[in-house]
T-cell receptor, first 112, second 116 residues
Framework: DGGITQSPKYLFRKEGQNVTLSCEQN?????MYWYRQDPGQGLRLIYY???????QKGDIAEGYSVSREKKESFPLTVTSAQKNPTAFYLC???????????FGSGTQLSVL | GESVGLHLPTLSVQEGDNSIINCAYS??????FIWYKQESGKGPQFIID?????DKRQGQRVTVLLNKTVKHLSLQIAATQPGDSAVYFC???????????????FGSGTRLQVQP
């Protein structure tokens, strides 16, 4: 099946710890994105990448880092600098830059 | 416009009625717009999109209207069904950091409740 796979579905972070969320796609899409969603709110853009080895900050990049070493993978690291990391994290990809996105099923991150 | 969080706007309609969900976008340079539907705990699902060279686009039971003069987007759902109950988001493609690379940025959503 073609699609976007996010793992894990649930993740817990301790104070001061970095955690990495996985996102893999087999749609052969060039562009990949990370969004954060807080309860009852919209999606806010964290980072995005339109091509391998290149990525841009979104509206709320502080406290996060990404890499894009392979076309199919775009992992997101939530660093200890992110003081309020509890949220639902959504990864997406698109074949057309800045256009129709296909979303994964999300990772719920909580702080212990 | 839309504002969510604890004050998520809610539209309540009767089954079979038509629904209209509105959205104000921010950037007059945006040239592509899209509507998504999100059910609780899931990723958003594509509904319909429209480019800025169009005013209206129709899909199956859905119509998107674009008014560039006032930067307004609306989603019309005909004969609303209980399965349409969800949160609906609009999005525009803009360039957050002026890098020349656009990405979709989302409005804050409207909850649609369909009463049987």
């Amino acid at each position: 099946d073609g699609g976007i796979t996010q793992s894990p579905k649930y993740l817990f972070r301790k104070e001061g710890q970095n955690v990495t969320l996985s996102c893999e796609q087999n749609l052969n899409h060039d562009a990949m994105y990370w969004y954060r969603q807080d309860p009852g709110q919209g999606l806010r853009l964290i980072y995005y990448s339109q091509i391998v080895n290149d990525f841009q900050k979104g509206d709320i990049a502080e406290g996060y880092s990404v890499s894009r070493e392979k076309k199919e993978s775009f992992p997101l690291t939530v660093t200890s600098a992110q003081k309020n990391p509890t949220a639902f994290y959504l990864c997406a990809s698109s074949s057309d830059r800045g256009e129709k996105l296909f979303f994964g099923s999300g990772t719920q991150l909580s702080v212990l | 416009g839309e504002s969510v969080g604890l004050h998520l706007p809610t539209l309540s309609v009767q089954e079979g009625d038509n629904s209209i969900i509105n959205c104000a976008y921010s950037n007059s340079a945006s040239d592509y717009f899209i509507w998504y539907k999100q059910e609780s705990g899931k990723g958003p699902q594509f509904i319909i999109d429209i480019r800025s060279n169009m005013d209206k686009r129709q899909g199956q039971r859905v119509t998107v209207l674009l008014n560039k003069t006032v930067k307004h987007l609306s989603l019309q759902i005909a004969a609303t069904q209980p399965g349409d109950s969800a949160v609906y988001f609009c999005a525009e493609n803009r360039d957050p950091m002026d890098t020349g690379r656009r990405a979709l940025t989302f409005g804050s959503g409207t909850r649609l409740q369909v009463q049987p």
